[in-house]
Structure formats: structure tokens, C-alpha cells
């Protein structure tokens, strides 16, 4: 029987085995030794007989066994697993006196009293065993004893049946590691089968041998080597999530906590998987650029521009901290006045909220993007430090860092996208035919569309990331979570004045013309440029142009810097600006009484029904003359870069004198209009 080496002394606490029994040293001295006694009171024993005694080992001097990995019993087989509980039964009875089966008024055998010595119990075990049939020897019984011990039930088990091969079985470590290399550079390679990679492997050997010869294993073995070492990287997959995966972080992932609204949003942009109409009927896709609030999961500002620039996410940045107003057409639902927002409390607190559109205003104290040339550029980083924003971009190629702008603009796709005509789907594979066909939206109304989804369907739909954590089950909307967020956080509305706002907007330089400013083809002016008509403004360094700041989704007004006076801004409007559609704004705005009821979900799921339904119709397509395909094109790119927005239109005034009345018993006279030539009058003006 092997037995630990003797101590060169013992400790108190420690456990040791004497006379067959597990017993704790309780004191220590030269001439006893003071050990616990089941059932009794401590018994002390001398070191000399301690020591003398056959059964005697210390046990543990570290302190209780670890338990043994009992669930790892539901990996062997059933007569392995029936075999090891046998076993069980009989070591008990050896350790103990009694098997566990026994009655509780049962009395042990002579052969297995605690009054013998464990190796006594030993060798009455192996001759029961042997008498019984089963041909075990003293020492077997032993073995058992102790890997019960260590190992419980666990450890009586035969693990030949469940043991554990080598990871890559017996293929040669430099096969190995030249496979890996292989792997390794096709992570920033375009996509390529197992069958280059198995190449390429058989190269890079040819190449690293040193003379040494290398036999390669089987095709089919380097195909379950490849599928081994291949797991999880999208090897022979998507590229963008190898990349992802190889170039991400190779620490713990962490997370960034937020409870407040604006303590941490997201900004990214991806092209919108739809045609749309851009000038002259030329047929394009365009981005989509969003913002979104980590804690609520409120989306602040979506715009759709032809390819995002750097003045873009600056224009964004100023829109996310600008109230969404109501506009003429939209559903009296959408109200901010009617939603679970507490709207009467925030508007004494921010009166731009008095017409606003069911959408939080959310201050950004974080921003978060990835490396993006529109969000490094200086434009939208002074915009944040002009804010008090902090800029974080994320690792390079880690776009999970960004996970819920990047699932919210698929979630765009997926639940708004697809139900407009021209709807390309996400990739080559997936789209149809004939889409230029359809009646596309113009990248105008596709934006008005976009608006009044997120107000009316993203605002207002189950988020499963929005949980309490005291009620799990249910979720909420991101309406709903920055109402409970507003409550516990505050809300302090950004000082943000309306020439804060200019600053933001993009710089064009242009001169003041008789006829006014001239952008994009569009002509602006006001009485108030009377005294910078043909005047230099002094910038030598633009050749005394003028600055001009404009809103690229909104050309009703520019702003013009008097760089004579204090730098103050004088306003200029489109000229044509009563000739379009009514607009957004608050010059449009239909004043409605407070205190109306909380929007219903039936009324808020009517609106967005009718609002897909709007849009899977497209729109109505007017006649146009026939251009060539060149002319179409060149105009289509040389006007899209800023999409224009509806703008306010006037009431029509009442008229000055009321119209005569008629009389039924006198008929009206048929009049035959004349034309009259006036040399003044524009010849291509529609009569």
C-alpha cells in the first residue's frame, strides 16, 4: 500500500488517518498528540504510537478536497457508469463499516468494524469480492479506495471509453504552423476555397523545409485540420467578418454602461439598399446616415444624402440637439403633446418643444463611430469640441464596437427599406428586375418617408435591448425608456441658439449679385443685401467672396456673414420659395390646441400602415420631355450633392373685395379671350 511520505511534524487543524478513521489534530505537543474522536471525547495519543500506526497518513494539510466534477458522470456510458456505482457501494463499506444501502439499525461485520485497520478492511473486501466471483486482489481494492477519495464516483469510473484525443490528432506540428501562416494572410485577401488553402500550404513548407523532409498528411486529414483551425474566422467566408474578427480586440470584450440619455450614442452611415430618382430621373442609390442613443435606443437624426461627407455629420450633429417639429400631412398621433412623454414638464423647461414631433431631444455627451473620413474630419470634430462632446472612434475593422447603429441601420432595411419600390435587397444575389421601371421616390420624399417611419414605428416599437431588470419579461419602447430615464436623470436642454445653429452648417463662398447669391442653380436674395451687391468683402484669401452657410436638406434660406459689420448673419430666401410644395417648419406649422388625449397604439399602428402603404405605391410619375442618357446623367450628379427639403408657403390672402353675386334668371355671356402681345413678359412663362 503506498502511502505519503511522514512529516516532519504536524500542525493543528490538519487531518489525519490513524486506526482507520479520518481524525482532526486538535493540539500539539512534545509528548502527545491531541486527535478528535467520532462519537467521544478527543483522545490523546502519543507521537511515537501516532507515528508506529500502519494506517497512519496525513491526509490534507491544505485544508477540504475539492468536490469532483459530478456532471461530467452524463458523459460515460451506462454499464461504465453502473460499474463505477458498484464500486462505490463496496469502498463505503471498507471506509465506513456499512455499505450505503444498509438499514440505520444495522451493525457493521466483524471484518469491517472501525476497530480494524483500514489495510485489515482492505484484504476482508478483496477475499468477499473474490469469494462472490469477482478475482480482486488487496491491492486493486486499495487503488479503488484511494481514487474514490480523490475523486469520488467520478473517479472509480473507466474514462477509456470517453477519453480525450490530441486536439490536431498526429499531424506534424510544421504542418500545423504552416497552415496557420496561411490562414493568417488571407484575412485582408479577397475570399478564396479550401483547396488555395491547402495550396498555399504545400507552398509555404516548400519554401521553410530547411532541407528537412516533411510528409504531408492526407487530403482528407488536411480538410479536418483546415475545418479545425478555421473555426470561427470566416476564412472561406464573408471578408468583412474576417476582417472583424482578426482585427478586433483581443481582450475580454468590455462594456461601455449607460443610464443616462446621451451619455453614450453611436454615428454611422451605410448605403440604403433602394433607388431613388435623383434630378432629371436618373436612377442612384444613396446613404444613410443615423444617429442613435445607446440608453434608449432613440434614433436623434437619419438623413439620406448621395455619398456622406464631412458636413453631413456636422449638419447631423446640429439636428440631434434640434427639436423634431411636426409637418403638414403627418397624423395628430405623432404629437409629442400625445405621447408618453412628460411634454407639458419638459416644455416649461425648453419652449422649442411646443410643436414638436414625438421624438426625444437628446444631448450627446459621448459620441462613438468607427474611422470613417466624414467622422475624423476637423468639421465634425470641432463641431464636438464646439459642443462639449467627447469623441471616441473604435478599433479599426471593429465594427461590433458599434453594434447598435450598425443593427439599427439593418432594422432600417429590414423593416422600412423593403417596402419601397426599386428595393434592391442586400446584395446582387438577392435582387430583381426591371426596378428602374417602378415609380421611384425622389431622394426629397424618400426623406420625408424616412422621418415620419422613425417617429411613428421606431419610436414607438418593443425594443428587446429596452428590459427592466426587475421585470426581465417585458420590454420597451424607446419612447418609453427615455420617459423612465428623464425622470431619475434630468433633462437639461443644450444652449443651442439659432446662430450656434448657423455655425454648424456647411461654407460655400459666392459673390452678391444684382440678382442676389446663386447656389446649386438656385438664386437667393434679400432687400437686406442691398449694400453688398458687387461690393469685395475683404477676404483676400477668397478673392472677396462672400461666406455663406446653407443646410443641405433644407433650401429655403441661406445666411450670409457681413463681414463689414459684427459678423452678424442676414438671411437670404429661395426666390422660387412659394412655387414648391408646402415644407417642413414651423412657419408651417398648424397651431393646435394643449391638452389633447394620449395617442392610442391603434391610432399609432393606423399611421404606419398608411405610411408603408404611401410608400409601397410610390410616387406619382409626371410626363417629362425625352433627354439623352449623357444629359440626364450630368445634370443628376452635378445637382444631387444637396437634396432640398419642401419649405413654407404662405397663406393665400383673403380677397380684397368679395366676388359679385349672380343671378340665376341672368345668364353669364361667353367670353373669348384675347391674347395681346407684351414685350416685357417672360416667353417661357406657362399660360
Known amino acids: 500500500m503506498g502511502r505519503l511520505s511522514?512529516?516532519?511534524?504536524?500542525?493543528?487543524?490538519?487531518?489525519?488517518?490513524?486506526?482507520?478513521?479520518?481524525?482532526v489534530v486538535l493540539a500539539v505537543s512534545g509528548r502527545s498528540v491531541t486527535l478528535s474522536e467520532v462519537g467521544g471525547e478527543p483522545r490523546s495519543v502519543p507521537p511515537v504510537l501516532l507515528f508506529a500506526d500502519e494506517d497512519f497518513e496525513?491526509?490534507?494539510?491544505?485544508?477540504?478536497m475539492p468536490l469532483p466534477p459530478i456532471s461530467l458522470l452524463e458523459t460515460l456510458p451506462q454499464h461504465v457508469l453502473e460499474k463505477a456505482m458498484w464500486w462505490e457501494g463496496h469502498i463505503l463499506e471498507v471506509l465506513h463499516g456499512l455499505p450505503p444501502d444498509a438499514p440505520r439499525d444495522a451493525e457493521p461485520k466483524p471484518e469491517f468494524a472501525p476497530t480494524k485497520s483500514l489495510t485489515a478492511r482492505e484484504r476482508a473486501k478483496a477475499a468477499e469480492l473474490t469469494a462472490a466471483g469477482h478475482k480482486v486482489s488487496v491491492s486493486t481494492v486499495g487503488n479503488y479506495r484511494r481514487r474514490?477519495?480523490?475523486?469520488?464516483?467520478?473517479?472509480?469510473?473507466?474514462?477509456?471509453?470517453v477519453r480525450k484525443t490530441t486536439k490536431y490528432g498526429a499531424v506534424d506540428d510544421v504542418v500545423i504552423a504552416a497552415m496557420r501562416q496561411a490562414i493568417s494572410e488571407a484575412v485582408d485577401a479577397s475570399t478564396r476555397t479550401g483547396t488555395f488553402l491547402l495550396w498555399r500550404t504545400g507552398e509555404i513548407l516548400k519554401a521553410s523545409r530547411d532541407g528537412r523532409e516533411v510528409q504531408l498528411p492526407s487530403r482528407r486529414t488536411l480538410y479536418r485540420l483546415l475545418a479545425k483551425l478555421t473555426v470561427g474566422t470566416h476564412t472561406t467566408g464573408s471578408a468583412t467578418t474576417r476582417r472583424s474578427r482578426a482585427h478586433g480586440a483581443a481582450a475580454p470584450f468590455g462594456e461601455l454602461p449607460a443610464f443616462a440619455p446621451g451619455e453614450v450614442m453611436q454615428i454611422d452611415s451605410t448605403p440604403l439598399d433602394v433607388l431613388v430618382r435623383l434630378d432629371d430621373g436618373v436612377m442612384g442609390k444613396v446613404e444613410l446616415t443615423g444617429m442613435i442613443d445607446v440608453a434608449t435606443r432613440t434614433v436623434t437624426a437619419a438623413v439620406l444624402r448621395p455619398t456622406t461627407k464631412s458636413v453631413d455629420a456636422s449638419v447631423l450633429l446640429a439636428r440631434t440637439v434640434t427639436p423634431e417639429v411636426m409637418r403638414p400631412g403627418w397624423v395628430d398621433a405623432l404629437r409629442m403633446s400625445r405621447s408618453v412623454m412628460p411634454h407639458r414638464r419638459l416644455l416649461s423647461i425648453d419652449e422649442r418643444l411646443e410643436h414638436a414631433a414625438a421624438r426625444p431631444l437628446i444631448v450627446p455627451e459621448m459620441i462613438v463611430c468607427d474611422h470613417g473620413k466624414a467622422f475624423i474630419s476637423r468639421n465634425f470634430l470641432s463641431s464636438c469640441r464646439f459642443l462639449e462632446i467627447d469623441f471616441q472612434p473604435v478599433h479599426k475593422g471593429s465594427g461590433f464596437e458599434k453594434g447598435h447603429i450598425e443593427r439599427m441601420l439593418n432594422s432600417v432595411g429590414t423593416l422600412f427599406t423593403q417596402f419601397l419600390p426599386g428595393y434592391t435587397g442586400r446584395n446582387t444575389d438577392r435582387r430583381g428586375r426591371h426596378l428602374d421601371k417602378q415609380p421611384l421616390w425622389s431622394l426629397l420624399e424618400l426623406q420625408e418617408l424616412l422621418d415620419e417611419w422613425l417617429i411613428s414605428r421606431w419610436q414607438n416599437r418593443k425594443?428587446?435591448?429596452?428590459?427592466?431588470?426587475?421585470?426581465?419579461?417585458r420590454s420597451f419602447t424607446p419612447n418609453e425608456k427615455y420617459t423612465a430615464l428623464v425622470e431619475a436623470c434630468g433633462y437639461v436642454p443644450v444652449s443651442l441658439t439659432g446662430t450656434d445653429y448657423i455655425e454648424l452648417l456647411p461654407a460655400v463662398w459666392r459673390a452678391v449679385n444684382d440678382y442676389g447669391i446663386k447656389i446649386k442653380r438656385r438664386t437667393y436674395d434679400s432687400a437686406k443685401l442691398n449694400g453688398l451687391r458687387r461690393q469685395d468683402s475683404g477676404i483676400k484669401a477668397k478673392k472677396g467672396l462672400w461666406e455663406v452657410h446653407h443646410d443641405p436638406y433644407d433650401v429655403s434660406r441661406i445666411w450670409v456673414r457681413n463681414h463689414y459689420g459684427d459678423g452678424e448673419w442676414i438671411e437670404a430666401t429661395w426666390k422660387h420659395l412659394y412655387r414648391v410644395p408646402v415644407p417642413f417648419g414651423e412657419l408651417a406649422w398648424d397651431h393646435a390646441s394643449q391638452g389633447?388625449?394620449?395617442?392610442?397604439?391603434?391610432?399609432?399602428?393606423?399611421?404606419?400602415?398608411a405610411l408603408l402603404a404611401k410608400a409601397h405605391a410610390g410616387p406619382d410619375q409626371p410626363a417629362k420631355p425625352k433627354r439623352t442618357a449623357r444629359d440626364r446623367r450630368v445634370a443628376a450628379r452635378t445637382r444631387a450633392a444637396g437634396p432640398i427639403t419642401s419649405v413654407p408657403r404662405p397663406e393665400p390672402a383673403p380677397p380684397t373685395e368679395p366676388a359679385a353675386p349672380t343671378t340665376k334668371d341672368e345668364p353669364l355671356a361667353k367670353v373669348i379671350p384675347l391674347g395681346l402681345f407684351d414685350p416685357l413678359e417672360d416667353p417661357w412663362r406657362r399660360r
Open 6 to 23: 511522514r512529516p516532519p511534524g504536524l500542525a493543528v487543524g490538519e487531518r489525519v488517518r490513524f486506526e482507520g478513521q479520518i481524525r
Open 58 to 64: 496525513v491526509v490534507d494539510s491544505s485544508g477540504r
Open 148 to 161: 474514490y477519495e480523490t475523486g469520488g464516483v467520478l473517479g472509480l469510473a473507466d474514462h477509456r471509453p
Open 463 to 473: 425594443h428587446d435591448g429596452l428590459r427592466d431588470p426587475a421585470h426581465p419579461g
Open 596 to 609: 389633447l388625449p394620449k395617442a392610442t397604439e391603434t391610432e399609432i399602428a393606423d399611421a404606419v400602415s
